[in-house]
């Protein structure tokens, strides 16, 4: 085994010289379980026990805890940003969208090492441009800001401007990890809940059903390419049908408000008995927010074990906590429930040749295990270099094998066939291994085996080229 000076991490190398007999890489011990024969360098690498803080998954950090966040021990780490933002900040003149706001909270949230999800929405405290209800659109007050007429013909045509506005700045960008299809109904929930009093004029202004398709459509059409997550209570099914995601808005409701009601088995599940939207994770990720405050479950004597267990049954890659501390008690459970959310890759096995020339084909065989409940929902490529002694790399590939099809359960075994470049000097080399980022432009993903550098990648065997 060899050590990496910089994690101090134990790697897993073994290769085959050639005398015929197994050797360790550097003088050290070769104590993983290994086969090799002839001239083939099979290596199996250890497995780790850990939370692993990877993109698109895990806890997400809310609006940045709205200017108070939690203490570094009283949150699990983040990597997606959510924040919602109602129209009239997004455009507070017609035609003058307001990019320089998502800009900046999208640096912002790389500097935290975080991808953003958004929700636009139309109704909640300034909601619906002032200058747009001037124009004849129909609006009623309601508890939490004022609910627009989403049938009227002027409102529909400038909805879409907004979206095809934002879509077309952001629909592929790197620093997006999802959109919220979210901009219509209560708090973009799709329902009237906040017209207390004015039920009536709320249904009569709620999107017919052609509406709701239609609003659906130009999220699907200009933020193609993006992951897309929508509440059960919009057009759920046929969103699904379509490649997305699906939320849940009060996760953990086995009774919050009502003994007789609750999210969780009278809202969520009968959704989820219609097989396209049960299957969505497939396609598209599964956020949860949670129904009011983790401390407040932990106060009430929530059961814990009952809520975990259904975020994972139902494929949750994104849990929002709302920025609220967790209480200590419960911190080792969360953190057993996050080494099972989302993606999980495991590399069980990695064999090639022994040797290679110059000019010739390199193959590389490799299998895979994904221990979450999720696949991975962007295109980050699995790729290979060699890297010299000195940790020049003088050859990289990317794999064409599409990631987004490892789904949990079976084994996904990878055949690549590379060919080593002719400006490649004779030498030993080391063999690494990573999940890049979209651009390919660095290691972005934690593989759950030892042997990490602090560059991302994962030292696996040697390879001499002749």
Known sequence: MLRD?????????????????????NGGSASTASEVSGKTVTVQPREIDAV??????????????????????????????????????????????????????????????ETLAIRIVSEYKT????????????????????????????FLEYHERLIRAFGER???????????????????????????????????????EANQLAITDWYL????????????????KYATSRGTGWRAD????????????????????????????????????VQMEVCGYIHEWYERGFDLDRILEKGLEWHVSVLNAKSKPVPAAWRPRFNEFLKK?????????????AESRVGEPFVIHSRWENKGVA????????????????????????????????????PHRVEDRVVVPENVPVGSYVLDIGILSEDARSAYVELAIEGKRTDGWYGLSRVEIR
């Open 221 to 236: 059409k200009y933020f193609a390419g993006t992951p897309l997550v929508m509440l059960h209570g919009g057009q759920l």
């Open 170 to 208: 952001y629909g592929r960008s790197l620093d997006i990890d999802h959109v919220d299809i979210g901009s219509v109904g209560c708090w973009g929930e799709w329902n009237t809940a906040c017209c207390v009093g004015v039920e009536t004029q709320c249904k009569a202004f709620y999107p017919s």
């Open 250 to 285: 009060c996760y953990g409701d086995y009774g919050y408000f009502n003994p007789d009601w609750n999210h969780m088995e009278h809202a969520y599940a009968p959704v989820l008995e219609e097989p396209v939207i049960a299957d969505a994770w497939k396609r598209g990720p």
């Open 127 to 154: 909601g619906t441009p002032q200058w747009l209800l001037d124009k004849g659109v129909g609006s009623v007050k309601e508890t939490d800001g004022i609910f627009p007429d989403y049938n009227h013909p002027i």
């Open 341 to 353: 959310i989302g993606y999980r890759f495991v590399l069980r096995e990695l064999s090639h040749p």
């Open 375 to 410: 696949p991975i929902y962007h295109a980050w490529p699995l790729a290979y270099r060699l890297r010299s002694g000195t940790d020049q790399v003088v050859a990289q590939w990317v794999s064409p094998v599409d990631l987004k099809q490892w789904l949990p359960g079976a």
């Open 5 to 25: 000076a910089g994690k101090g991490l134990l790697l897993a190398l073994l290769w085959l010289g050639a005398d015929g007999c197994a050797h360790a890489v």
């Open 52 to 113: 692993l803080n990877n993109p698109g998954m895990g806890f997400a950090d809310f609006h940045f805890g709205f200017g108070h966040p939690p203490k570094a021990e009283e949150y699990p780490h983040t990597t997606v940003a959510y924040f919602r933002w109602p129209w009239a900040e997004l455009e507070p003149a017609e035609g003058q969208y307001n990019f320089a706001l998502v800009d900046r909270v999208i640096e912002q949230a790389k500097a935290k090492g």
